[in-house]
């Protein structure tokens, strides 16, 4: 496969750039309520400004189903765009058509302009080839800085790619693939996973392929509740299900001594109660780790050589059911080796913990940062990746 191109390698002045950004942000009585996404692509469409060219962002807000929903309008984002960039943002309220021609041919040198939501239309979700065509039809080159939305082949990731002869993925693309492609291809050793959180049958791929290239793989939170039963030990609790233990079973017998498993939990009894892993009730909620599980875990982190981290420990947004979480994060964030985290919840428990700071990368992908773990390539990256290099 080739190596992808990025923006910095591109000719950009004089060119309208379609850059595809994930600017999903919360928004609150119309205002943009965390511009976190906003600012970790402000580095692209400067360096797009600098070059001399007029970049065109698109992104989707929200799930609005294929119609117009006001409240998920991107208005409010190309706005606080403008504030933050100091520059002028035109905005239109559509992706395709009439509008949407006439705003990017009127696109001057120095100024960007922002397309309404993707989402609006039902072409995008479908990677419909006529809408992909309508949106390629405004620039001539395309950057891809939406990492976080990789792993969806949609037409204003995928679709629109074969219309361009000039495409190449942002600089927080570029990021991204950097800090994952250096873990699962080059690692400093021991490397060392921690996996966690509650979505069992999402995760146990992506598990899968980590236990084949981990040196040690940390099994927290529910995750760890399929494995325990592939040991005969009952957690009461659904999500350790036939299909995920058959999975758990073949992973214990693979890598024996790589799989480290919660030796004791915390349970809610109206508080938090400490039990050893062969004395769980199945009539409580196991809602956390335990401290020689805590303690293990930290001296495995504190021996690694490159970390990576998915997936809370417990329920630890609820209180007495955070302590794994945290003393998990705050090792990470102590240990020199180089750390690599993602996941939405896994996110804001860095930031409930005050831990993003010692973190080498934090990722700003759910699914995608899933599924690049799970050893797949993703459609949104396949297809900036076929082309010859000098296009
Ligand atoms: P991420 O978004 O980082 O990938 P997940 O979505 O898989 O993580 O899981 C996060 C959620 O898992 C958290 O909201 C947390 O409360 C929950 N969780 C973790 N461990 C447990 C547990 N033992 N019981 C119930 N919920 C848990
Ligand atoms: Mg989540």
């Keep these: 496969m080739n190596p992808i191109r990025y923006v910095d390698q591109m000719d950009l002045a004089g060119k309208r750039v379609l850059l595809r950004v994930d600017l999903n942000v919360p928004l609150r009585d119309g205002v943009v309520a965390d511009d976190s996404r906003i600012n970790a692509i402000l580095p692209t469409v400067q360096y797009i400004l600098d070059r001399g060219g007029m970049p065109i962002l698109c992104s989707h807000l929200d799930r609005p189903g294929g119609k117009r929903v006001p409240e998920y309008s991107l208005r409010p984002v190309s706005v606080r765009l403008s504030e933050l960039t100091g520059k002028k943002v035109d905005f239109v309220d559509e992706c395709v058509g009439p509008k949407a021609d006439q705003a990017a041919a009127s696109l001057t040198s120095g100024s960007m302009l922002v397309l309404e939501n993707l989402r609006f239309d039902p072409g995008e979700e479908a990677n419909d080839d006529t809408f992909a065509r309508s949106l390629a039809s405004l620039a001539d080159v395309y950057v891809d800085d939406a990492f976080a939305n990789a792993h969806r082949a949609h037409a204003s990731n995928v679709g629109v790619t074969k219309y361009f002869e000039a495409k190449a993925g942002g600089l927080l693309m570029k990021k991204e693939l950097q800090a994952l492609e250096g873990v699962l291809e080059s690692p400093d050793r021991p490397l060392v996973v921690a996996i966690g959180g509650a979505k069992v049958s999402s995760k146990i791929a992506t598990i899968e392929h980590l236990s084949e290239i981990a040196d040690r793989l940390l099994l927290g939170g529910a995750m760890a509740f399929p494995f325990l039963r592939a040991q005969g030990i009952d957690v009461g609790d659904h999500r350790a299900d036939g299909e995920a233990v058959q999975r758990a079973k073949r992973m214990l017998d693979q890598r024996p001594d790589a799989l480290v498993l919660p030796q004791d939990f915390a349970v809610d009894d109206g508080g938090r109660r400490e039990v050893d892993v062969d004395e769980l009730p199945k009539d409580q909620n196991v809602l956390d780790i335990g401290p020689r599980t805590i303690d293990r875990f930290a001296s495995e982190l504190k021996a690694a050589g490159t970390i990576v981290w998915n997936g809370p420990m417990g329920k630890f947004e609820q209180e007495g059911f955070e302590v794994g979480t ?41 699914g995608a940062f899933l599924e690049m773990l799970s050893g797949r390539e993703l459609p949104a990256i396949k297809v900036l990746a076929r082309q010859t290099i000098n296009a």
């Design 326 to 366: 945290r003393m998990v994060a705050e090792a990470i964030a102590r240990s020199p080796a180089f750390s690599l985290v993602g996941g939405g919840d896994t996110n804001a428990a860095l930031d409930r913990f005050a831990a993003r700071g010692g973190i080498s990368y934090v990722s700003t992908g759910g």
